[in-house]
Nanobody, 123 residues
Framework: QVHLVESGGGLVQAGGSLRLSCAAS????????MGWYRQAPGNQRELVAT???????NYADSVKGRFTISRDNDKNTVYLQMNSLKPEDTAVYYC?????????????????WGQGTRVTVSS
């Protein structure tokens, strides 16, 4: 019952910037945390950044100082501002939400994924 819609991916040159957005919708009771993961060709999916509803953040070492995660709790939306992009950042970026949601007659807990948005950084 929770749907994540991502946007903002594209093609940029090294050193450029992109801003990703992910909006959660559905029968949401609350969102405990949201995050971004990425998967490059030939690689496993890795955590990029997470943020709790209270604003606590966590970043992968590879993006610290360059990426900033933020959220609008009222809109159930998470953002990823990506600056100083490198070719190594090229990947499909996936949004994740850890939620409590209305499922039938109960409130349930679960994690949901977006479809992914592609980021390509050229040299």
């Amino acid at each position: 019952q929770v749907h994540l819609v991502e946007s903002g991916g594209g093609l940029v040159q090294a050193g450029g910037s992109l801003r990703l957005s992910c909006a959660a919708s559905g029968s949401i009771f609350s969102i405990n945390a949201m995050g971004w993961y990425r998967q490059a060709p030939g690689n496993q999916r890795e955590l990029v950044a997470t943020i709790t509803s209270a604003g606590s953040t966590n970043y992968a070492d590879s993006v610290k100082g360059r990426f900033t995660i933020s959220r609008d709790n009222d809109k159930n939306t998470v953002y990823l501002q990506m600056n100083s992009l490198k070719p190594e950042d090229t990947a499909v970026y996936y949004c994740n939400a850890d939620c409590k949601y209305y499922g039938g007659s109960t409130i349930r807990r679960g994690a949901f994924w977006g479809q992914g948005t592609r980021v390509t950084v050229s040299s």
